[in-house]
C-alpha cells in the first residue's frame, strides 16, 4: 500500500461547530497525527472556497487522501467526493467525522466535545488509510414508470410522465379512479366545483395512449433495483401479468379516521352525527337534509376529530379548517336562516385564499367557539327533554371558560386523515420506510420532499403527509420531472459498495448465500466457491461479517477499515486521557 | 477524578445513524462519552469489532439497528441479533461484564430515544466503573 | 343561568346598533390596547364573547360595558375591523333597555316611530298646556324693561310641575339601578358582599359621579374637559329651575355680573362647547368613537341643543322686552325639554348619568367579593 498522505479539514460551519468545539485546537491536535500531511480549518468546507482549498491541496501537497470533519455525511459526503473526483482521486478516498449534528449540537460542554472530536477525527484518519479507489458502475434505464395509487396524485404523476412519452403503468386499488376527490363537492378556498376537475384529469388519463390502468389490483412484492423493476400483479380477470419498469411513484393516499373511535362524538350511535366526507357526499346530493329527511336548523361543526390529541394522532391533518369554512359558507348558501356554529381547537387557514375565506365567512353570522383539544373535549348527547332540539353538545368555550349547551339537529365532525391499514405490506413491497404516524418516509424532509432513500422510488400525495390537493399535485409532478430526468439520462449509478470474494480464501461453506437478502451470492460448483453478482449486491455487509475465513469482504467497510477506525478512535482516546 | 467511559457504537445507516443525526438536529442534548462508527446496516457488525472495542479499552459497546421489520436490507438486523446474544455469552466468558454490551433498535425519527439512550447506558457503565481491559492496556502501555 | 347558546340574540341586537359583530375572532388586542381595562374587568373581549354566543343571562350581569368609555382605541387597533367599540356602546344601550322593567327603553332604542310619537305628543301637551292652563301672557314690560314672564309661566307653578317630573324620573331611574344592583352584585357576584363593604365603596360613587376620572384615562384629554364642562353646566341650570326656580326665574334684571346670570352664561357656555365638540365630532367622523351616530345618539344631542338655544333666546327676548318672543321661546323651550327628560333619564341615553357612576361602585363592590374568595 503507498504511504497515506492525508488532508485533513476541519470545518467551522460558521457558528454551529465552533461555537462548542475549540476547532483551532483540533486541527492542530491532528496535524501532529502520523500521515497527516495538512491539517486546517475553515468556516464553511461546503463552500466553493472551502471546496477550492481541498482541490488545491490536494495538488500542491500531494494528497492522496481526504478527510473532512464537518457536518453529517448524509449531507455532504456526496459534495466533497466530487471534490475529490475534480482533483483527479478516485471519490472513495474520502472519509467524513461528524462533529455537528452527533457533536457540537448535543453536547454543552465545550471540553468534551472538543476532546470527541479529536477522537472521532482520529478515528477517521485511522480508516481513510485504509480506503481503496473504487470504479462507479452504471446501468441502464427500463423508461416505464410504475404509479401505485390513481387518486389526484397518482393521477397527476401518470399523467406528467405520459405526456413526455414515456409508458406508465397505473395501479388503482378499488374499481375507478379518483381517490377521496371523488367524494367532494366543491374544493377551497375558492369553491371550485370538484367533480369537473376530476371528470377531465380522469379521461385524459382513461385516454392517454401511454397510460395501462390495472383497476382492482394492489402491489404485491417487487424486485429488482432503480431503472430496473419487476413485479407481477394480479389483474381482473384474475391472470398474471409480470411488468417491468425503471421508476416507482407511490401515490397511496391516506383515509379518513374512524369517527366512531372518539365516544363522546357519538358517531355511530346517533344519526344525525356524520363525517366530513359523508358531509360531502350529502352536499353532492344538492340537498342538506338529516337523515329523517328534515331542514336542519341548528347544524354544529367540530374540527380536529381524532388529530392533534395523543389519544389518536397527534398529527395535524392540515386540510380540514378549510374544509370546515368551505362547509360553513355552504350552508350559510343553501339554509340561509340556520344557526351554524363551529366549534375549533384552533383555526388553520393557511395558504393562498385561505384567510380571506376565514375572513369572509366570518361575516355570515357563523358562531365560531373554541375548545381546548387537550382537557375537555366536547360531549354530544341525545336530548330527552320535550321542545328540546334533537342533539345538544355539551361544550367548555375556552375564552369564556364556561360551560355552554349548543342545540344541534346536524353534527358535522371534521375527521382528520390517517394511514391505510396495509401501508406496511406497501412499505415492504416497494423497500420503503414507515414512520411513527405510518406515513411514508421522505429522503430529506426539507430539501428532498418526494425522494426516498430508495433510489428510484418516489412518494407523492398524502401518503407521505397530509396536505391538500394543490400540494400533492405539485409532489406529483416534481415526482414525474425526477423519473423523466433519470431516464432521461439512460443510465444510473448503482451501489459500487458492493461485496466480492476472494475465492483463494473461500472454502465453499456457503453461508454467505443463506444469509444474503437478495439472493445476490450464487455458488459455483466447478470453482466451489461463492460468486457475487454486484449488480444484484446492495452492500449490506451481512455477508462480510457471516464469513468464517475473512474472503468475503464488503468493500469501503471492510474488517480492515472499520479495525483501524476502531484503532485510531481508542488510541487517541486513552491518550488524551 | 471522575470516570468518564468511552462507549464506542456501531450505527447503521439508515435509521439509527439517521436518528442520531436528528438528535443533533434539533439540538437535544446527551452525554459526550459515545464514539459512533458508521456501518451500512447492523448485519454488518462483525464479532471482531465489538472484541476489538473492548480490547483497546472501550468501556462499553453499543450495536443500534432498525426496528425488526424496517430493516433496510430486510433482514440485517436480525442477523444482529442473534450474532448479538452470542457475543454477549462470550464476552461474558471472557471477563467482561455482559451490560457492557447493549443493543436497541433507534428508528430514523427516534432522535428523543437516541439521546436517552445515550445518557442512560453512560450512567450504567459509570456505575460498572472503567473496564478491566482497559486499565490493563494503560498501566501496561500495550 | 342559562348556558345555552343563542344565535337569536346577536341578531336582535342590531337594532341596538350592533354590526360586524361576527369577525371578532378573540385575539384580545382590544382588551389589551384598553386604557381601563383591569384585573377581573376585563373588555372589551369578555362582553362581545358573551353577546356572541347569545348569552343573555352573563350579560345581564355585565357591568363592563358601563366601564368602558369609548376611546376608540380598541376599534383602531382590531385587525379585523369588527369594531368593538361600537359593540360595547350597542351593549350600553341593550343594557338600558335590560334594566328598564316598563319596556319602553326597548322600544325607543328600536322604533324611531315610537320615539318620535312620544316626543310629539308631549310636545303637544305641553304647549296645549300652555295656552289652555296656564294664564294668559301680560304683554306689559316691568320697570327695568323686561318681560313679565312670571305672568304666564307663574313660577310657583312651573316649581311644583319641575319636582313632579323630577321626582317620577328619579323613581323610575333609582328602580331600574336597583334592578342593575340586583343583576350585577346579586346575580353576578359568587360572594355576597358586605354592609362594610357597601359603606366604604360608597365615596367611589360620589366621586366619578362629580369629576369622571375614568374619562380622564383617554389619550386625548380634550373629551374629558369637553364633557365635564356640559355636565356641570347642565347640573348648575337643573339646580338652578328646580331647587332656586323662584330666584333664577326672576323679573328683575340684574347686572350680567350677578350671580343669576353668571351662573346662566357658564351653565349655558359649557353645555354650548360639550355640544359643538359631539356634533362636530360626530359629523366629522374623524375619530373611531364616532364613526357610528345611532338615532338615539342625535336625538339627544340635538333636543339638547334646542334646549339650549331656546334657553338663550327666553333670556335675550325677556331682557331685551320683547314678550311675545319671549312666550313662544319659553314654549318651545318647555316642548322640548319635557319630552327629552322624561325619554332621555329614564330609558335612554342620559342615563348614563346614573348607570355610570353606580357601575364603578359596583364593580368595586364585585371586586371586593371576589378578593374575599382569593
Known amino acids: 500500500m503507498e504511504e497515506a498522505r492525508i488532508g485533513v479539514y476541519v470545518c467551522w460551519c460558521g457558528n454551529n461547530i465552533a461555537k462548542m468545539v475549540d476547532v483551532e485546537l483540533v486541527t492542530e491536535l491532528i496535524g501532529k497525527l502520523p500521515h497527516v500531511v495538512v491539517s486546517k480549518n475553515y468556516k464553511y468546507m461546503c463552500s466553493d472556497p472551502g471546496q477550492e482549498l481541498i482541490a488545491e491541496d490536494i495538488l500542491e501537497h500531494n494528497l492522496n487522501r481526504v478527510v473532512v470533519a464537518a457536518c453529517s455525511p448524509r449531507i455532504h459526503e456526496l459534495t466533497f467526493r466530487k471534490v475529490l473526483e475534480k482533483s483527479g482521486l478516485n471519490p472513495y478516498l474520502f472519509e467524513m467525522a461528524n462533529i455537528r449534528e452527533q457533536d457540537s449540537w448535543v453536547h454543552d460542554n465545550r471540553e468534551a466535545a472538543t476532546r470527541k472530536a479529536v477522537e472521532l477525527v482520529a478515528g477517521a484518519i485511522s480508516r481513510v488509510q485504509y480506503h481503496e479507489p473504487l470504479d462507479k458502475r452504471s446501468v441502464g434505464i427500463n423508461p416505464a414508470t410504475l404509479v401505485i395509487g390513481g387518486g389526484v396524485a397518482g393521477m397527476s404523476a401518470a399523467l406528467e410522465v405520459a405526456n413526455a412519452g414515456r409508458e406508465v403503468y397505473l395501479l388503482e386499488k378499488t374499481e375507478q379512479l379518483g381517490g377521496m376527490v371523488s367524494h367532494f363537492d366543491l374544493t377551497f378556498p375558492y369553491l371550485y366545483d370538484a367533480d369537473k376537475m376530476l371528470e377531465v384529469m380522469i379521461r385524459r388519463t382513461i385516454n392517454h395512449p401511454h397510460i395501462k390502468v390495472f383497476y382492482n389490483t394492489t402491489i404485491s412484492e417487487v424486485h429488482g433495483y432503480i431503472g430496473n423493476f419487476e413485479t407481477t400483479i394480479q389483474s381482473d380477470s384474475n391472470q398474471e401479468q409480470t411488468l417491468t419498469f425503471g421508476n416507482i411513484i407511490v401515490a397511496t393516499g391516506l383515509r379518513p379516521f374512524d369517527a366512531s373511535r372518539v365516544g363522546q362524538y357519538g358517531y355511530g350511535r346517533l344519526p344525525n352525527v356524520i363525517t366530513s366526507v359523508e358531509f360531502e357526499d350529502l352536499l353532492r346530493t344538492g340537498q342538506v337534509r338529516t337523515k329523517e329527511g328534515n331542514i336542519p336548523q341548528n347544524i354544529a361543526i367540530i374540527h380536529c376529530v381524532g388529530s392533534r390529541n395523543t389519544e389518536f394522532h397527534e398529527y395535524c391533518s392540515r386540510t380540514c379548517c378549510q374544509v370546515a369554512l368551505k362547509f360553513a359558507n355552504q350552508l350559510r348558501s343553501l339554509l340561509p336562516d340556520s344557526n351554524i356554529y363551529d366549534l375549533y381547537a384552533d383555526m388553520r387557514a393557511f395558504g393562498k385564499g385561505c384567510e380571506e375565506l376565514y375572513t369572509a365567512t366570518s361575516k355570515k353570522e357563523i358562531i365560531f367557539m373554541m375548545f381546548d383539544q387537550q382537557h375537555e373535549l366536547p360531549q354530544i348527547i341525545k336530548s330527552v327533554a320535550p321542545g328540546d332540539p334533537p342533539m345538544l353538545i355539551f361544550f367548555r368555550e375556552k375564552i369564556s371558560g364556561l360551560g355552554l349547551e349548543i342545540p344541534a339537529d346536524m353534527i358535522i365532525l371534521m375527521v382528520g386523515m390517517e394511514a391505510h391499514p396495509d401501508v406496511k405490506d406497501i412499505a415492504h413491497a416497494v423497500g420503503i420506510s414507515i414512520c411513527s404516524n405510518a406515513f411514508f418516509i421522505e429522503k430529506h424532509p426539507k430539501l428532498d420532499p418526494v425522494a426516498t432513500t430508495t433510489s428510484g422510488v418516489y412518494i407523492v400525495g398524502n401518503c407521505q403527509g397530509p396536505k391538500g390537493i394543490p400540494d400533492s399535485v405539485a409532489q406529483a409532478k416534481a415526482a414525474a420531472a425526477r423519473v423523466l430526468a433519470t431516464i432521461n439520462q439512460g443510465s444510473v449509478h448503482v451501489e459500487v459498495t458492493t461485496a466480492e470474494v476472494n475465492e483463494t480464501l473461500c472454502c465453499g461453506c456457503q453461508t454467505c448465500i443463506m444469509v444474503c437478502p437478495y439472493t445476490a451470492i450464487h455458488y459455483d460448483r466447478e470453482k466451489k466457491v461463492s460468486v457475487v453478482n454486484e449488480v444484484l449486491c446492495k452492500g449490506c455487509g451481512t455477508c462480510g461479517s457471516t464469513c468464517p475465513t475473512g474472503a468475503i469482504r464488503s468493500k469501503h467497510f471492510t474488517d480492515q477499515q472499520i479495525l483501524s477506525q476502531i484503532d485510531g478512535l481508542m488510541k487517541m482516546a486513552l491518550k488524551i486521557e | ?142 | 343561568m342559562n348556558n345555552r347558546v343563542n344565535p337569536d340574540l346577536p341578531r336582535e341586537l342590531r337594532e341596538f346598533g350592533i354590526r360586524d359583530w361576527n369577525e371578532c375572532y378573540h385575539c384580545g388586542t382590544c382588551t389589551a390596547i384598553c386604557p381601563l381595562t383591569a384585573q377581573g374587568f376585563l373588555f372589551p373581549r369578555k362582553t362581545i364573547r358573551l353577546m356572541q354566543m347569545g348569552l343573555k343571562d352573563h350579560l345581564s350581569t355585565c357591568v363592563e360595558p358601563w366601564l368602558c368609555y369609548y376611546c376608540g382605541e380598541c376599534s383602531e387597533q382590531c385587525p379585523r375591523n369588527a369594531n368593538p367599540g361600537e359593540l360595547m356602546m350597542s351593549l350600553r344601550r341593550y343594557l338600558t333597555s335590560l334594566y328598564d322593567w316598563t319596556g319602553l327603553s326597548k322600544k325607543f332604542y328600536t322604533s324611531k316611530v315610537w320615539e318620535l310619537a312620544f316626543i310629539i305628543i308631549f310636545a303637544i301637551l305641553v304647549v296645549l298646556t300652555f295656552i289652555f292652563v296656564l294664564p294668559p301672557l301680560d304683554t306689559t314690560l316691568t320697570p327695568q324693561g323686561g318681560v313679565k314672564v312670571n305672568s304666564f309661566a307663574p313660577f310657583h307653578i312651573i316649581e311644583y310641575f319641575d319636582w313632579a317630573m323630577a321626582i317620577v324620573v328619579a323613581g323610575l331611574l333609582v328602580s331600574n339601578i336597583l334592578r342593575m344592583y340586583y343583576r350585577v352584585v346579586w346575580q353576578g357576584t359568587s360572594n355576597k358582599v358586605g354592609l362594610l363593604d357597601h359603606i366604604r365603596e360608597f365615596w367611589h360613587l360620589i366621586y366619578n359621579f362629580v369629576v369622571q376620572p375614568k374619562f380622564s384615562k383617554c389619550e386625548d384629554k380634550s373629551y374629558w374637559l369637553y364633557h365635564w364642562l356640559l355636565m356641570s353646566g347642565y347640573t348648575i341650570m337643573f339646580i338652578l329651575i328646580v331647587v332656586f326656580l323662584p330666584w333664577f326665574q326672576t323679573e328683575k334684571i340684574h347686572p350680567p355680573w350677578h350671580l343669576q346670570r353668571a351662573l346662566g352664561y357658564y351653565a349655558t357656555i359649557g353645555l354650548l362647547i360639550g355640544l359643538t365638540a359631539a356634533i362636530i365630532g360626530r359629523l366629522k367622523k374623524q375619530e373611531f368613537k364616532f364613526q357610528f351616530s345611532h338615532v338615539s345618539d342625535w336625538l339627544f344631542l340635538v333636543m339638547l341643543t334646542l334646549t339650549v338655544i331656546t334657553g338663550i333666546l327666553i333670556h335675550l327676548f325677556r331682557v331685551n322686552g320683547m314678550p311675545w318672543a319671549t312666550y313662544v321661546s319659553y314654549i318651545a323651550h318647555m316642548a322640548i325639554l319635557v319630552p327629552m327628560i322624561l325619554i332621555e333619564v329614564p330609558f335612554s341615553k342620559w342615563s348614563h348619568l346614573a348607570y355610570r357612576p353606580f357601575a364603578v361602585y359596583f364593580a368595586r363592590l364585585q371586586k371586593s367579593a371576589m378578593t374575599k374568595t382569593a
Not at chain 2, 441479533?81 to 457492557?100: D, N, S, V
Request: aromatic letters at 10%.
Open chain 2, 1 to 142: 477524578m471522575e470516570f468518564n467511559p468511552t462507549i464506542v457504537a456501531f450505527l447503521c445507516n439508515w435509521c439509527s445513524y439517521t436518528g442520531a443525526d436528528l438528535a443533533g438536529t434539533s439540538r437535544m442534548k446527551y452525554k459526550p462519552n459515545v464514539r459512533v462508527i458508521r456501518v451500512m446496516c447492523s448485519g454488518r457488525v462483525d464479532p471482531t469489532f465489538v472484541y476489538k472495542s473492548f480490547r483497546e479499552g472501550a468501556d462499553g459497546v453499543l450495536i443500534c439497528g432498525c426496528h425488526p421489520g424496517d430493516c433496510h436490507y430486510q433482514e440485517g438486523n436480525y442477523k444482529c441479533l442473534r450474532r448479538f446474544k452470542l457475543m454477549k455469552k462470550y464476552i461474558t466468558q471472557m471477563g467482561i461484564e455482559p451490560a457492557r454490551l447493549h443493543l436497541e433498535w433507534i428508528s430514523a425519527s427516534e432522535g428523543k430515544q437516541f439521546a436517552e439512550l445515550i445518557d442512560s447506558m453512560t450512567a450504567r457503565i459509570k456505575e460498572l466503573g472503567p473496564s478491566k481491559i482497559k486499565t490493563v492496556v494503560e498501566t501496561l502501555a500495550i
